[in-house]
């Protein structure tokens, strides 16, 4: 089986405070910075068993960043040189050395970084952004599409090369006129499909078939979203309740979520870099033109 895992430790705190994000102020004790850094352990070393010989493929979505820990980018380093890992990413604010990539294997590597206006200049995020290049790191860039963030996604997008996709999150609570989404479009031409909640209920998605959702402790959903557990990924109570199910919920309105809907055309879209949110090359920054009429 091709498995993609979304792991999900008690990692909570940031180096960055955004007013947008509900967990950016979080402060980890030691403690329980211990309890992430055993978890985290505890996965690795059950990716390299692959008890069941699946081809597998990891993303990693803290609540907190991940990168400014070691125990991340030690973990990563391991992980991409498995030859039964096809690909290993992370979301972050990409605010860390990189010095620790040159021993990762950048076939398997990928980063899934967001630029946050007002927490770092610009040029520094595009630094970063140049050091993942010249290291040849597969790696998408992204903002959230706050109304006071339009011209920086702007200067971002024609500063970065025309080859790396920038993506743009709709801000949470927020409605977007059709004049002011078409200003966020002209930046992401897949915006619209992060704009408005899709329509899940009862809708085909991969969520619990080929793509699960691991907590620290080592509990499995079908996604971050859906709350039933499935079982354990340690003991193994998971794997029988592996198989193709509608989805529960109402609506999906996040992108790590929604991209495993059957009824959407993304993992076209984004062949060979769901993960990390890499679309195919294509017309536009990667996208192809099938997607765009479909969106």
């Keep these: 089986m091709n498995l993609s895992i979304l792991y999900r430790g008690p990692l909570a705190s940031c180096n960055y405070d955004c007013p947008y994000c509900p967990f950016a102020k979080r402060r980890d004790s030691r403690a329980e910075l211990r309890a992430d850094r055993e978890a985290l352990a505890r996965f690795a070393d059950w990716v390299d068993r692959n008890p069941d010989g699946d081809r597998i493929s990891v993303l990693f979505t803290p609540w907190g960043e991940g990168l400014t820990r070691s125990w991340y980018r030690q973990t990563l380093t391991r992980l991409s040189h498995l030859p039964h890992v096809d690909r290993v990413a992370i979301q972050t604010n990409l605010a860390c050395r990189l010095d620790w990539v040159a021993d990762a294997d950048r076939d398997t590597l990928a980063l899934w970084a967001t ?39 702007r200067a971002l997008r024609a500063a970065l090369p025309d080859d790396v996709y920038l993506w743009v999150n709709a801000a949470d609570g927020h409605r977007y006129e059709p004049a002011e989404e078409a200003d966020w479009t002209a930046i992401d031409p897949l915006f619209g499909y992060s704009v408005r909640p899709h329509e899940s209920a009862g809708r085909a998605c991969r969520a619990g078939e080929t793509v699960i959702s691991v907590r620290g402790d080592g509990q499995v959903r079908r996604c971050h979203f859906v709350d039933e557990p499935l079982g354990n990924l340690y003991d193994g109570s998971y794997r029988a309740a592996l198989r193709p199910r509608p989805c529960p919920n109402r609506l999906c309105d996040c992108h790590i979520g929604y991209v495993h809907l059957k009824t959407l055309p993304l993992y076209d879209v984004f062949a060979g870099g769901v993960l990390e949110r890499i679309p195919v090359r294509g017309v536009t920054w990667g996208v192809p033109r099938r997607a765009l009429a479909a969106s």
């Design 115 to 153: 630029y946050h206006p007002g927490q770092v200049r610009r040029d520094a995020f595009l630094g970063r952004c140049a050091t993942l290049r010249d290291l040849g790191v597969r790696f998408s860039v992204g903002i959230v599409g706050q109304p006071e963030h339009l011209a920086e996604a």
